[in-house]
Nanobody, 115 residues
Framework: QVQLVEAGGGLVQAGGSLRLSCAAS????????IGWHRQAPGKQRELVAT???????TYADSVKGRFTISRDSAKNTVYLQMNSLKPEDTAVYSC?????????WGQGTQVTVSS
């Protein structure tokens, strides 16, 4: 089992920055990758960024150059640094941990970007 606790959501102005965190516990060694997804009302869920257990990262085209995913292995935590935020970034952001056998989700955190 893997447990995920997310934090860092909130209300920010367009052009501002926000950092989300995803703290993992449980069977940490079983995690293959951790990803951040987001879903806004009326839109499909979107994969925003991923980071593997080896530290390799991927990004959606919509956030490249603005968002950075990183990890602190000592704290078992993955971060999503979001810069130059736009109103279209408004969504519920969820942390996802993938193992060879299962997928786990955090509770989600609301990010609202005002114009």
């Amino acid at each position: 089992q893997v447990q995920l606790v997310e934090a860092g959501g909130g209300l920010v102005q367009a052009g501002g920055s926000l950092r989300l965190s995803c703290a993992a516990s449980g069977s940490i060694r079983s995690i293959v990758y951790i990803g951040w997804h987001r879903q806004a009302p009326g839109k499909q869920r979107e994969l925003v960024a991923t980071i593997t257990s080896q530290g390799m990262t991927t990004y959606a085209d919509s956030v490249k150059g603005r968002f950075t995913i990183s990890r602190d292995s000592a704290k078992n935590t993955v971060y999503l640094q979001m810069n130059s935020l736009k109103p279209e970034d408004t969504a519920v952001y969820s942390c996802n941990a993938r193992t060879y056998g299962s997928t786990y989700w955090g509770q989600g955190t609301q990010v609202t970007v005002s114009s």
